[in-house]
DNA sequence: TCAATCAGTTTCAATTTAAAACCAGATTGA
DNA sequence: TCAATCTGGTTTTAAATTGAAACTGATTGA
């Protein structure tokens, strides 16, 4: 079941970040995690993701450094599946496909839920490139040097 | 061949961003359409993709408003690929993406393409999440609420 | 002790993907 | 001009992936 790739090795790291989390569920267990779902069964039943599909997924992500799992907090037997130090280092990418989803995927005035401050409820700004000195960079600006 | 689903109606962002986008074509397929690549074959090409499936990822995409066909550029018959606005709005995504690569998917002194400032050479600096005051914003400290 | 829960694994059908062959219209070159 | 080639697909078929459900075995709670 778990799948056997070739393991990208080509000079874009694009490519190489998707061919590791460019995958419907694995992004979503991402997303889960960070919302502090730890358990097999809170994922499986927040996604209605089919269970060996989430097994397979774990697994990958485990394997690829993202989720860790140690003895469950609750004291049982059980195991949890945590964010690691790299996993947690996906919060822009999330935070990235959320305020896309926000602007480009709800109708105007439907609701959807939202990243807020913890300490201070507000919402969190924007977040887009910048240039150098500190200007928003609009993808025209930019451009990809091949292998620097 | 072409999709058709339930059409994601959740109230999450991030899961119906991925629905549109979580796909590994999908998304390798708007890096390219950034870097400037906008014919069927130059994607064909790059991306090492099946014919059949880059011809049904585009109908998507352009069903999806993230890119839209024109009359190619060069004066022939045929046509060609362009982001939208909806696209373009996708480049803090594929940043975050290529940033998170950059850090934790080469070995260090490996060498990987680099995104600069076209107009200064610089490279793009390290995008993050801020607080509404203007500081880093951790994972942690952030938190959804459901349906505001 | 015993039923329910948890975390998977196995099985098998259905969907998706990939590779290759095929095709029509546009372009090029002799 | 008209044959060869190029472009942008579609079709076909096999292989891989997914999903649903049944199954397993350990763990927990009563």
């Keep these: 079941m778990s799948r056997r790739k070739p393991a990208n090795d080509g000079p874009c790291p694009v490519a190489r970040s998707v061919d590791v989390i460019g995958d419907r569920w694995s992004l979503l ?85 939202r990243l807020v401050d913890r300490k201070t409820g507000e919402p969190i700004p924007f977040m887009a490139p910048k240039a150098g000195n500190g200007d928003a960079l609009m993808p025209g600006e930019a451009e990809v040097r091949k292998l620097t």
């Design 29 to 113: 267990i991402v997303r889960d995690a960070f919302d502090g779902t730890n358990r097999f069964g809170d994922f499986q039943r927040n996604l209605g993701v089919a269970r060996n599909i989430l097994s397979d997924r774990l697994r990958q992500l485990v394997e690829a450094g993202i989720l860790e799992t140690r003895p469950a907090s609750d004291g049982t037997a059980y195991k949890e599946y945590v964010l690691t130090e790299r996993g947690e280092s996906l919060f822009p990418v999330v935070v990235a496909l959320r305020q896309w989803g926000e602007r480009h995927l709800f109708a105007r005035g439907e609701r959807h839920s």
